[in-house]
T-cell receptor, first 112, second 113 residues
């Protein structure tokens, strides 16, 4: 079955540590996205990539970094510079312009 | 500055009745609108969309209405079922190269048996 896999489902880190969230898709989609969800808020765009080796900042990119070395993979690194890293992180991919996003099941990151 | 607003954080409806979820937007450049459904600890799943050239789109029990002059859209679910209980997000995008989605804050729908 095609889909998007995010791992791990739950992640715990100490403050000051960088952490990388995995996102893999086998849908052969060119575009991939990272969103963050906080309680009572909508999804906010962190980074997106329209094609391999290219990515753009979203609305809340500060404290995050990404890479897109392969079409299937779009890992997100939450750096120690991110002031409020505890959140639910969602990865998505898109088949073509104007098609709906397909989401993974998310990673809940808790930083203490 | 919230460009997409869902002013009702929660809605409860009796099974079999109609559920109406509302969404307002402020950006006049938005021309494509979507509704997503989300269960706890899962990613959102696409439900239905509408382009700004239409004012209604229907898919089974789900109908989305768009009122461009009021910058308002709504999702109607008829009849509502307990399995419809979830958080519903509306999202919008503007004509442009990236087609980034802007999401509302969501409405928790509870369908009571």
């Amino acid at each position: 079955d095609g889909g998007i896999t995010q791992s791990p489902k739950y992640l715990f880190r100490k403050e000051g540590q960088n952490v990388t969230l995995s996102c893999e898709q086998n849908l052969n989609h060119d575009a991939m996205y990272w969103y963050r969800q906080d309680p009572g808020q909508g999804l906010r765009l962190i980074y997106y990539s329209q094609i391999v080796n290219d990515f753009q900042k979203g609305d809340i990119a500060e404290g995050y970094s990404v890479s897109r070395e392969k079409k299937e993979s779009f890992p997100l690194t939450v750096t120690s510079a991110q002031k409020n890293p505890t959140a639910f992180y969602l990865c998505a991919s898109q088949d073509s312009y104007n098609s709906p996003l397909h989401f993974g099941n998310g990673t809940r990151l808790t930083v203490t | 500055d919230q460009q997409v607003k869902q002013n009702s954080p929660s809605l409860s409806v009796q099974e079999g009745r109609i559920s109406i979820l509302n969404c307002d937007y402020t950006n006049s450049m938005f021309d494509y609108f979507l509704w997503y459904k989300k269960y706890p600890a899962e990613g959102p799943t696409f439900l239905i969309s509408i382009s700004s050239i239409k004012d209604k789109n229907e898919d089974g029990r789900f109908t989305v209405f768009l009122n461009k002059s009021a910058k308002h859209l709504s999702l109607h679910i008829v009849p509502s079922q307990p399995g419809d209980s979830a958080v519903y997000f509306c999202a919008a995008s503007a004509r442009g190269s990236a087609r980034q989605l802007t999401f509302g804050s969501g409405t928790q729908l509870t369908v009571l048996p």
